[in-house]
């Protein structure tokens, strides 16, 4: 660019501050983002809770791209101790590395952490982001680290990152569309007859769990609201990964500072919260993030985490559902299969070359099963009549 840039790692997004993450991020106040994870408002959220931070396995390593003292480009950054919360996974490339002897962690990770959804990771113009690569690139060498990791980044920046000499890595999940349905009953008549039943056979069921569903945004979240939602995550939590990810704080944090960026969906049973899922709110997507429930009913997670997401996206206006990472059971509800994106650094030359091999055939696995998956999904293939 012609001018001199200074690249650092810092410690807290606070000493990067709001103004300037979000002028990168794309974020406006009070306006949407196009991504709330990279905002400012929810990475601070994770710093501030303790959700990361010393004793995660996740700590904050921001790399910063300056001249003099403005900031020109940034990555969200992570020294890890684990791979865990990271649903791109590289355990296989782990144990490869320390049966051969060698210390894989810790390694470097620019990802939002516990998030599985796509966004940008390379945070500034065009012409910067080479430089953030290649920093990138050049800590993990000099540091001696095994690895560095560009987790759910966008299809543009990994096309940047192969140039740069990164491997690239093709996985999936399960997101749904808006093809101008209108409303709900405009999804269903989209679908083949025998999906369309099922679908309404499973919303009759959710909705015979004896309560009421009901949809909470902005202000009319309430500090009881979590408390549910808490138990609710802590139950899912324990059962999926032992220790949940996100403490108490944390929910505090989103309550003060991304309110209005949030859907929580809560089934109520005789005055008492059963069951709840977690949604956070783009300009143009709405992110499934966390279910859990303390009562079992039939067909209540499909509804509370699929249907009222579908219902609610089409009631404002939004054109995609993220529900999450991996289940195919997504698929017989309107979710097709998806590609997501990430980078991955290895200094190691035979290291590199092994997992590149790898990473060959896997893409190749992931295209077959996508195209097989697309065969089974639930659309009308051709004229047929009501369900």
Not at 377 to 385: H, I, Q, T, V
Request: proline letters at 5%.
């Amino acid at each position: 660019m012609g001018i001199s840039l200074d690249i650092t790692l810092v410690d807290a997004i606070s000493e990067i501050g709001a103004p300037a993450w979000d002028a990168l991020s794309g974020a406006v106040p009070g306006v949407r983002p196009m991504d709330p994870f990279t905002t400012y408002r929810f990475l601070q959220a994770l710093e501030a809770s303790g959700s990361v931070g010393p004793g995660t396995g996740w700590e904050a390593k921001h790399l910063v791209v300056r001249h003099e003292a403005q900031v020109l480009a940034a990555m969200p950054l992570y020294a890890k101790g684990h791979s865990q919360g990271e649903y791109i996974f590289d355990h296989a490339f782990a144990d490869a590395w320390q049966r051969a002897g060698g210390r894989y962690y810790p390694k470097l990770q620019a990802a939002v952490p516990f998030t599985p959804a796509t966004g940008p990771r390379l945070l500034g113009p065009r012409e910067l982001q080479p430089v953030l690569l290649r920093a990138l690139a050049e800590i993990t060498g000099s540091n001696q680290l095994s690895s560095a990791h560009v987790t759910f980044c966008t299809a543009d920046e990994a096309a940047l990152g192969v140039e740069e000499g990164f491997l690239h890595r093709v996985t999936q999940q399960f997101h749904w569309e808006d093809e101008g349905y209108g409303d709900f009953e405009g999804f269903l008549s989209a679908l083949s007859s025998r999906k369309r039943k099922t679908i309404r056979r499973e919303r009759r069921q959710a909705q015979e769990f004896g309560g009421t569903i009901h949809a909470l945004t902005g202000d009319d979240l309430k500090p009881e609201h979590w408390d549910a939602f808490w138990a609710f995550y802590q139950d899912t939590g324990s059962r999926k990964w032992g220790t949940p990810y996100l403490t108490r704080a944390f929910f505090d944090e989103i309550h003060a500072t991304m309110r209005d960026d949030i859907l929580l969906i809560l089934a109520e049973r005789e005055g008492r919260w059963v069951a709840g899922a977690l949604n956070f709110i783009g300009a143009e997507t709405l992110y499934g993030r966390y279910w859990g429930c303390v009562e079992d009913h039939p067909c209540l997670h499909f509804e509370l985490c699929y249907y009222q997401a579908i219902d609610w996206a089409l009631a404002n206006g939004l054109s995609r559902v993220e529900a999450g990472a991996q289940g195919e059971h997504k698929l017989a509800r309107g979710y097709l299969p998806s590609e997501v994106h990430s980078l991955h650094w290895f200094p190691d030359t035979r290291f590199r070359e092994a997992v590149e091999d790898y990473l060959k055939a896997e893409t190749a696995a992931v295209g077959d099963e996508m195209r097989l998956l697309e065969g089974f999904a639930p659309f009308r293939r051709g004229p047929e009549g009501g369900g």
